[in-house]
T-cell receptor, first 116, second 115 residues
Framework: GENVEQHPSTLSVQEGDSAVIKCTYSDSASNYFPWYKQELGKRPQLIIDIRSNVGEKKDQRIAVTLNKTAKHFSLHITETQPEDSAVYFCAARSDRFAGGYNKLIFGAGTRLAVHP | DAGVIQSPRHEVTEMGQEVTLRCKPISGHNSLFWYRQTMMRGLELLIYFNNNVPIDDSGMPEDRFSAKMPNASFSTLKIQPSEPRDSAVYFC?????????????FGEGSWLTVV
């Protein structure tokens, strides 16, 4: 079945450094890739997403890249700040069943700690 | 919009008791999801409704779990009888339409502890 693998499971960086989280997916029909941030005790919230017709998308300090050939996508956070500390989840969904239900498959999450 | 609203936010119950979690999706969203989150298993999709109809319940762990969506603005997830291993955060989420590319919005979650 469909699978999304996420690495690393934990990531510790110094404030101001960059952080990169990588995900790979198994379903070649996947074409929508959102990233969610979950702060301690809170709900997952969408921070950025990318569709398969683009290779990169940026929003201020956050960027996501997509390599469809290799079936992997990455989240890049530059100039990290302590408030970036959270668990980040990647996810993938396909259009395999056009007009029907396509399950969003989540990665296992990356716990990012940004130290002042 | 108030977002996806869940209740209760926290519940502590004894093993064997019935637990009912409630959800009000975002108005106008016709897809509703129930997820369970634990440290061991991460985010698991339990069940998905589209236009109030259960489409995929393959994630429901066992017969003790049931979910209903009697109308477009309300859903329940019931566990009867509850067991300690059911302790988790249960998230309800909704999405406009059911097709690809539509963002899923999560509620604040119901934190369940079964002792």
């Amino acid at each position: 079945g469909e699978n999304v693998e996420q690495h690393p499971s934990t990531l510790s960086v110094q404030e101001g450094d960059s952080a990169v989280i990588k995900c790979t997916y198994s379903d070649s029909a996947s074409n929508y890739f959102p990233w969610y941030k979950q702060e301690l005790g809170k709900r997952p919230q969408l921070i950025i997403d990318i569709r398969s017709n683009v290779g990169e998308k940026k929003d201020q300090r956050i960027a996501v890249t997509l390599n469809k050939t290799a079936k992997h996508f990455s989240l890049h956070i530059t100039e990290t700040q302590p408030e970036d500390s959270a668990v980040y989840f990647c996810a993938a969904r396909s259009d395999r069943f056009a007009g029907g239900y396509n399950k969003l498959i989540f990665g296992a999450g990356t716990r990012l700690a940004v130290h002042p | 919009d108030a977002g996806v609203i869940q209740s209760p936010r926290h519940e502590v119950t004894e093993m064997g008791q019935e637990v009912t979690l409630r959800c009000k999706p975002i108005s106008g969203h016709n897809s509703l999801f129930w997820y369970r989150q634990t440290m061991m298993r991460g985010l698991e999709l339990l069940i998905y409704f589209n236009n109030n109809v259960p489409i995929d319940d393959s994630g429901m762990p066992e017969d003790r779990f049931s979910a209903k969506m009697p109308n477009a603005s309300f859903s329940t997830l019931k566990i009867q009888p509850s067991e300690p291993r059911d302790s988790a955060v249960y998230f309800c989420a909704s999405s406009p339409l059911g097709g690809s590319g539509n963002t899923i919005y999560f509620g604040e979650g119901s934190w369940l502890t079964v002792v």
